[in-house]
């Protein structure tokens, strides 16, 4: 069975810091990507990060490019999202998926994205 496993979540004041982890079992980790997106209510969900599960490579949406670090333990199947100076409008509920490698080139489209997690509330306050 997959399982996507988020955690971290909270409250947090402005200039604060989070880090979120998504903990993934019963797929070949090596053979996806795993993205972070985003949902604050009213708006619709925006992805965040995605690191390559096989390779490394990591990828930012611009308004979180220097504030969020995405990296993964390969050995423990698990994917971390540090996020430092987080400002109010990155409060929302926080999920981490996972999408085949081959369409890392469209990690930000969250329709391509084959398991999900159940989310992790970020809220930062002003």
């Known amino acids: 069975e997959v399982q996507l496993v988020e955690s971290g979540g909270g409250l947090v004041q402005a200039g604060g810091s989070l880090r979120l982890s998504c903990a993934a079992s019963?797929?070949?980790?090596?053979?996806?990507?795993i993205g972070w997106f985003r949902q604050a209510p009213g708006k619709e969900r925006e992805g965040v990060s995605c690191i390559s599960g096989s390779d490394g490579s990591t990828y930012y949406v611009d308004s979180v490019k220097g504030r969020f670090t995405i990296s993964s333990d390969n050995a423990k199947n698990t994917v971390y999202l540090q996020m430092n100076s987080l400002k109010p409008e990155d409060t929302a509920v926080y999920y981490c998926?996972?999408?085949?490698?081959?369409?890392?080139?469209?990690?930000?489209?969250?329709?391509?994205?084959?398991?999900w997690g159940q989310g992790t509330q970020v809220t930062v306050s002003s």
């Open positions: 998926a996972a999408v085949g490698a081959r369409l890392l080139r469209l990690w930000v489209h969250s329709d391509e994205y084959d398991y």
């Open positions: 019963g797929f070949t980790f090596d053979d996806y990507a």
